[in-house]
C-alpha cells in the first residue's frame, strides 16, 4: 500500500468526507447530533459490554466512589439520549464515540482504540418492518454515493466505484447461493466482490 497523501492532507480529507457525509446524512434522516459520553457509570448499565466477555477500562475519580468505565459501545446509551432529550417519533440522533476496547483483536481494520460515528431514530411500531429496512438502508447508501460524487469532483485521484443501487440478500439466502462455502466471512466476501454493495439482512440469525 502507498499513500497518495501525506500525513496533513491526509486528515484534511478524512475531516472533508466525515463532515459532509454525516451533514448530508442528518438532513435526510432528520438526526440531530448529540455528544457522547466517553466514560459511564458501571451501574447505570449503559456500557453496552458487547460480547460479555469483554474487560472495560475503568478509573477512579476523586472524591466520588466506585470507578467510571470507558464506554465499549452506545447502542443502549443512545436509546437513553433520544428519551432524555425529549426526540419524538421520525426524529433521531447521530454522535461521534470515542472508546478503548483493550480485548480487541487487533488487524488493519480493528484497533484497541474506536472512534465510531453512530445514529439511532425513532419510528413507530407498524414502522418496524422489512421495507422500513430497506428504505433507511437505500437513503444511507444513496448519501455515501452522494459523498462519493463529492470527493471525487473535489479530489481528481479519488473514482466513483459504488454501484447505482444496493443489493439486499439474507444470510439464508447467502448460504443457498454459496452452499460449498462453510465460513460466513467468505461468503460475504463473495457476494460482495459479485454485487460491488450489499445489505446482508438477518445477521443475527443462526447464521
Known amino acids: 500500500y502507498h499513500a497518495v497523501l501525506n500525513l496533513h492532507d491526509t486528515y484534511v480529507v ?46 477512579d475519580i476523586k472524591g466520588m466512589e466506585g470507578n467510571a468505565e470507558i464506554v465499549h459501545s452506545l447502542a443502549k446509551w443512545k436509546r437513553y439520549a433520544l428519551d432524555k432529550y425529549g426526540f419524538s417519533v421520525g426524529e433521531g440522533l447521530y454522535t461521534d464515540m470515542n472508546a478503548i476496547r483493550r480485548d480487541e483483536e487487533t488487524d488493519n481494520i480493528h484497533s484497541i482504540f474506536v472512534d465510531q460515528w453512530d445514529w439511532e431514530k425513532i419510528i413507530t411500531k407498524e414502522d418496524r418492518n422489512i421495507e422500513t429496512l430497506k428504505e433507511t438502508v437505500r437513503t444511507v447508501y444513496k448519501v455515501l454515493r452522494k459523498t462519493e460524487k463529492y470527493m471525487s469532483i473535489k479530489y481528481d485521484y479519488i473514482q466513483e466505484i459504488l ?19 462453510s465460513s460466513p466471512k467468505e461468503r460475504e466476501y463473495y457476494i460482495a466482490k459479485a454485487k460491488g454493495a450489499v445489505c446482508i439482512m438477518q445477521i443475527g440469525e443462526t447464521l
Do not use: Y
Not at 163 to 181: A, G
Open 14 to 59: 478524512i475531516i472533508t468526507v466525515k463532515d459532509f457525509f454525516q451533514q448530508t446524512l442528518a438532513q435526510k434522516l432528520n438526526l440531530l447530533r448529540v455528544s457522547a459520553p466517553i466514560f459511564v457509570d458501571p451501574s447505570s448499565g449503559l456500557n453496552d459490554n458487547l460480547n460479555g466477555v469483554e474487560r472495560p477500562v475503568s478509573f
Open 163 to 181: 454501484p447505482k443501487d444496493i443489493f439486499f440478500i439474507t444470510t439464508q439466502e447467502l448460504e443457498d447461493v454459496f452452499p460449498d462455502v
